[in-house]
Structures are given as C-alpha cells and as structure tokens.
C-alpha cells in the first residue's frame, strides 16, 4: 500500500502506465524547441493555406485600419507562419499529443453570440467580489464586464488601444517583441495573427488590488467549427500584487466543434506578485492549446493553480524565466480525463540566476480512454547557484484503455543546488476502498473519496477561498457525469 490509499509505482510495463524520462539536449528548451520542417511543410500546406485566407478575409474587412501597429504586427506574425509548419510526433516536444485531430476542420473565425448576464451566473463564484472581464467566442464584451469600475492603479485595455495609447504604448510593444523574438511555436504565431481583441492589464507600482480579476472565457459553438484567438499582457510593476481567476467554459446546450488559441503573457517586476488560477472546462468536443509565458524579476512570486476537466484535446504550455534572485515559481495543477479526452501539460522553468526557489506539484486522474501527459523540465544555469528546485507528477490510471506519459527532468549546471524531480503512476488500492465500504459507503462511493482525498493535496495550495471552493464543485461534477 503506498500513501493515502494509493498504489504507486515509477513504471509499469503495460503500455498505459508509460512513464519515460529519458533526458532531452540543451537546446530544446520548452519555448524554443525546433522542428524539423521538410515532411511537415508538404503535410500541413493545406492547413496552412486555410488559415491564410481565413486572414486575408478579415483584412479585406478593415476598412482601411490595417495600418494600426496592432495590426501590423498580426499581419507580421502571419508572414511569419509562412516559414513555419505544425509539429508532429516526431518532434520531441509533441511526442505523445498528435494535432491531427485539431487541425482537421475547417475552421471559421469566432461569430458574434447573443449571451446576455443571466447566462454567465453558472460561471460566477459565489463570495468572490471579482472584476469581471468577459470574452464570447473570442471577443471581448465590454457590456458584460467591469471594466469601466476599476480600482485605482489598475489598467485594462484592449490591446490594440494600449498601443495607440502613450502612456502604454512602448511597454506594450516591447511585450509583443519579445514574445515572437525568435518564436518557432506555430500556435504562437497563430494566435499573435488572429488575436484581434486580446487585453493589456497594467498594475500600478506599490498598487495591491484587493479583488480577483476574473477573466471569462465563453465558447458558444454552432454548427460550424470556429478558431477563436487570446492573447492577453499583464504587467505587475515594483511590489504590486494581483490575482488573475481564468475560467473556459463552454455555453450550456452548446454543441459543435470549435479551437481556442490562447497565449497569456505576464511580466513580474521585483518585489511583485501574480497568483494565477486557471478553471478549465471546456466542451467535449472543444480544442484548447493555452501557453502562458512568464518572465519573473528579483524578489517576485508567480503561482499558478491549474485545473484541466474538460476538452477533447487540451495542450498547456507554461514557461517562466527566473531573471534575479530571491525570485519564487510555484506550479500546481489538477487534470482529470475521461472518456477520450486528452490533457497534455508542459512545464518549463528557468532558473537563471542565483538563490530563487520553484515548486511543482501536478496530480490527475485518467479513466475510460483517457490519455495524460506530463513533460516538466526544470534548467538550472550555471550562474544559478543555492537553487532550491522541486518537482513531482502523480498520477492515478483506473482503466486497461487509458494512458499516462510522464517525463519529469532537471537539467543543472550549477553545483551547489537542492534540486528533487519524481513521477508515480499507480491505481486505486483495493484494500482502502474495501475499508471504506466495511464503513458504509458503497463502492462508487468510496472510489470517488479517495481519488478526491488523492486531487486534494494540490488543491489545497489555492490562497483563494471561493475559487477552492468553485475548483471542487467543478471536480465534483467531473466524478458524477
């Protein structure tokens, strides 16, 4: 019996309870992974070919503003894509999440959805006093938001606003620089190219916003398969601090199939804090590749609670670069798939200088079909010494038919360092639910408390009440369907 009431092991030798961690090179880092290009070019030609004319007809609907910088630099990121081409298994980086699947339909942009408040209730966290920032199928709706009862020192603009605005205007610009400089990921570019209504949020310096910025994310999906793109811009200036809540759902009684491309950058000046929460529960039939890209300076914090439930293909990409020291990382996240759903999460961490602190923790569960996938990689530079480093994935497979990759790795070149990386991939331990039956509970019962007991231990780092709370009730619901 292993901890909790759980069987664990590092590796099984059945195909479902595959736990790789063969260590990757140097230069094949999580932001900046290249991609062989020959064989993708000619298979994805067709792919690539309709994304470009989905382009070319938004521009022809500009009326004369595609000479905006906002939209210059889309039109940019699509002349980019022309030298770039999807990923297939044979790239390291995708070896266990094919896109085939994602890239199959023909998609159409996002179309304007009537949803009005009384729809979002469903979505709103009880006891949370949040501001509300509301996107449907891509496009931010001012009239559902708040954005017109924002505190002092807190800035939200949509992103092609902040860049003709001059108080913002260069740090935005600067933002999206370094975001595409040298960018190789296709969905990068992607969505740099079709994020039309993407926000810039800017924390005054020594400015601590009391309440959650709650971003909502709606899919409202028809009877044709929609793109939609995100991209958002957070600045947290010199000892700020703020909590982002983004929650994607999908719109009840919506049925279709439908993408959502969503990047989210965060810089974190010295001294400040951004705790991140990510509520994510989007349709069955729903497609999300979400990629965070954090940069952290001296002193600062960055944590991010992660709870993956729904979509038919989920990939996450979440990188951070640890730029000074004293510097704090924190990952946890909560994935549980059924059906055939597949979740894959990539963790990227980068100390790169001296005395900074990270810590990892991602738990799921995967049942029916299911498949999970976790690749975490933590780089600790030469110069980084007195890192304190920490990273662990466990995971429960309850099926014959489910599978579970794993691939936790910790590369250093630093000598003086307290690094740890693990992984466990197990089943339910019969003994413990025969317990729990002898007590009274019938054996659904039982098997539903102790994988909650087993999700609870990552939950538990949520600093935010009333998104714990809503986390679980989410996590409920997953156990009754």
């Known amino acids: 019996m292993g901890f ?70 889309r039109a940019q990121a699509m002349k980019r894509m022309e030298t770039l081409s999807f990923p297939t298994r044979r790239d390291e980086e ?7 699947r994602v890239l199959q339909p023909e998609y159409q942009l996002e179309t304007p959805a009537a949803v009005d408040a009384a729809q979002l209730k469903p979505f709103l966290i009880e006891e949370m006093d949040a501001i509300r920032l509301v996107f449907i199928n891509g496009a931010f709706r001012e009239e559902l938001s708040d954005i017109g009862k924002l505190p002092s020192g807190l800035t939200v603009l949509e992103l092609a606003d902040a860049l003709a605005d001059a108080r913002y205007q260069q740090m935005v610009q600067q933002q999206l620089d ?37 971003l909502i994310h709606l899919a409202a999906p028809g009877d044709t398969p929609t793109f939609s793109s995100y991209l958002n811009i957070a600045i947290a200036e010199q000892s700020s601090e703020v909590s982002f809540v983004e929650g994607l759902f999908e719109l009840p009684g919506a049925e279709g199939t439908y993408f959502n491309n969503l990047v989210n950058r965060f810089r974190i000046k010295a001294n400040a804090h951004i705790h991140h929460y990510r509520l994510q529960q989007e349709g069955p039939e729903g497609f999300l590749i979400s990629n965070a890209d954090v940069e952290q300076d001296g002193d600062s914090t960055f944590s991010s609670y992660a709870i993956d439930l729904g979509g038919r293909l989920v990939r996450n990409n979440l990188a951070t670069t640890l730029n000074n020291q004293g510097t704090n990382t924190n990952f946890y996240g909560v994935y549980f798939a059924k059906s055939e759903q597949h979740i894959d999460n990539h963790t990227f961490i980068d100390h790169a200088m001296p005395h900074c602190q990270s810590n990892e923790l991602y738990k799921g569960i995967l049942t029916d079909k299911a498949r999970g996938v976790f690749n975490g990689k933590v780089l600790v530079r030469r110069d980084a010494q007195k890192t304190n480093a920490f990273q662990q994935n466990s995971s429960l497979v309850l099926s014959d038919k489910a599978q579970m990759d794993t691939k936790p790795q910790l590369e250093i070149f630093a000598d003086d360092v307290r690094c740890s990386h693990g992984a466990t ?18 054996d659904a019962q039982a098997r539903a408390m102790l994988q909650h007991a087993f999700l609870e231990e990552v939950i538990e780092f949520m600093k935010l009440e009333p998104v714990k709370d809503f986390a679980e009730e989410l996590i409920m619901k997953k156990f009754e369907e």
Request: net charge positive; aromatic share 14%.
């Open 425 to 442: 991939i197990g089943q339910l331990d019969e003994t413990a639910v025969f317990y729990l039956r002898s007590r009274g509970l019938s």
């Open 4 to 73: 909790d009431g759980f069987k664990m092991s590092g590796y099984c030798g059945f195909p479902q309870y595959r736990n790789t961690t063969k260590p990757k090179h140097l230069n094949s880092y999580l932001k900046t992974g290249k991609m062989s290009t020959v064989v993708q070019e000619d298979r994805y030609a067709e792919v690539k070919a309709r994304f470009q004319q989905l382009f070319e007809a938004h521009q022809a609907q500009l009326n004369g503003q595609a000479s905006h910088p906002y939209h210059q630099f």
């Open 178 to 214: 370094s975001l595409m400089e040298g960018q190789t990921d296709p969905f990068m570019v992607l969505n740099a190219a079709f994020a039309r209504h993407g926000l810039f949020i800017h924390v005054a310096k020594n400015t601590v916003i009391e309440k959650p910025v709650y």
């Open 94 to 100: 995708w070896k266990y999440t094919s896109v085939n």
